[in-house]
């Protein structure tokens, strides 16, 4: 990861030694819905009130990301989705713009290395990452770790 900068010649290193990394404390589930239900599917998300959650509409699949309980409150309203889960949902706490380059690929370098799997999410200013809960402790060690280490180069 030393090499990597981000455009305005920001390293890397500099975005994490700066974010602050929140584990939500809520499991998440990673639903895939036919959209025939976009109606219902956007209906019943009007009436969630979470903190995080991500909605993706595509022409063969509506893909949800919510916290647990919100997904259990409407699942039996989609008798066929898929889900996976449970997913612990990681927030990097600076914000970037987005001519940043370089900072998913190295973090999600850092988890590969380390074998953990993991789904990527862009808010408009924070990245987030979904992790599987069984890879969660492991992942957030690694990355924690990580943070230290460039916080320690900062000094």
């Not at 305005?8 to 584990?23: F, N, Q, S």
């Not at 019943?44 to 509409?57: G, K, P, S, T, W």
């Not at 992790?131 to 900062?154: H, M, N, S, Y």
Request: aromatic fraction near 8%.
């Amino acid at each position: 990861m030393s090499n990597v900068t981000i455009s305005g010649g920001t390293p890397v290193e500099k975005i994490l030694a700066a974010t602050r990394l929140t584990v939500h404390p809520n499991l998440f589930v990673l639903a895939g819905i036919n959209p025939a239900a976009r109606r219902q599917v956007e209906a019943d998300l009007a009436q969630i009130e979470a903190q995080v959650l991500q909605y993706i509409a595509e022409p063969d699949v509506l893909t949800l990301l919510l916290p647990q309980p919100n997904w259990n409150a409407i699942a039996a309203r989609y008798p066929g989705a898929e889900t996976t889960g449970p997913l612990r949902l990681f927030t990097f706490s600076v914000a970037m713009d987005w001519e940043v380059v370089g900072f998913l690929a190295a973090v999600a370098g850092l988890l590969a290395r380390a074998e953990i799997p993991l789904g990527a999410l862009c808010g408009y200013y924070r990245d987030h990452l979904f992790i599987a809960q069984p890879f969660a402790a492991k992942a957030e060690a690694v990355l924690r770790a990580e943070i230290d280490r460039c916080r320690g180069l900062e000094k």
